[in-house]
Structure formats: structure tokens, C-alpha cells
Nanobody
Framework: QLVESGGGLVQPGGSLRLSCAAS????????MGWFRQAPGKEREFVAA????????YYADSVKGRFTISRDNAKNTVYLQMNSLKPEDTAVYYC???????????????????WGKGTLVTVSS
């Protein structure tokens, strides 16, 4: 089970940190990803991280602004979002997969487990 938290309303230029808590003992067996879906749009890849955090991948639209990280001791993956823009408004989902993290890039179809999402609204 994956449970996201940390979403909310933030002004443009602001920051938020999303968390995703996973249940179970095999968290480190999974690469993790963050995806988002804006109203009327398809779900899109945001970021991915390898099983032990040594490799990270980002969508071009968030590169340099967002940082994905994980704490395997806490079974938690994070998404630090800085310099937020109105176009970042979306429901953000975390997901887990048994395939290598580089295969997650742009590919929501490879994810095995999904959270229910947390809403991020960037507006003044």
C-alpha cells in the first residue's frame, strides 16, 4: 500500500515536499516513481529513483526544480518541489515497480503499485 501526503495550495515560486509511505518489508526491492495528472490531461512522469537511491531521473519540465529521494529505513519516498509554477498543478501519485528505475521514465505502464494521489495547487 502506498499513501501520499503533503499536497496543498501554494503560491507560485513556493515549495512543497510530498511524502509517500509504503507498507511492507520489501520497500528496497522496488524502484519508485512520482507521476502527476492535471485536469483533462494524461498522467505524466515526473521523477524516478532506483532501489537504493543511487540513480534519479526527471522529466525535463521539473529538472532543476524537483528532487526525488528515499529513506528505505522509513519505507518512504519524497518529492521536494521548489520554484513551483501554476502548470505544476495536478494530482501527484507515487508508484512502485520491480523494473529498473530507468525504465520508469515516461512509462506509467510499468508501475506495479499506485497510491491514491495528493492534490497540489499552485495559485496566487
Amino acid at each position: 500500500q502506498l499513501v501520499e501526503s503533503g499536497g496543498g495550495l501554494v503560491q507560485p515560486g513556493g515549495s512543497l515536499r510530498l511524502s509517500c509511505a509504503a507498507s511492507g518489508r520489501t520497500f528496497s526491492s522496488y524502484a519508485m516513481g512520482w507521476f502527476r495528472q492535471a485536469p483533462g490531461k494524461e498522467r505524466e512522469f515526473v521523477a524516478a529513483i532506483s532501489r537504493y537511491g543511487s540513480s534519479t531521473y526527471y522529466a525535463d519540465s521539473v529538472k532543476g526544480r524537483f528532487t526525488i529521494s528515499r529513506d528505505n529505513a522509513k519505507n518512504t519516498v519524497y518529492l521536494q518541489m521548489n520554484s513551483l509554477k501554476p502548470e505544476d498543478t495536478a494530482v501527484y501519485y507515487c508508484a512502485a515497480t520491480g523494473v529498473p528505475a530507468y525504465k520508469v521514465v515516461g512509462s506509467p505502464g510499468v508501475m506495479d503499485y499506485w497510491g491514491k494521489g495528493t492534490l497540489v495547487t499552485v495559485s496566487s
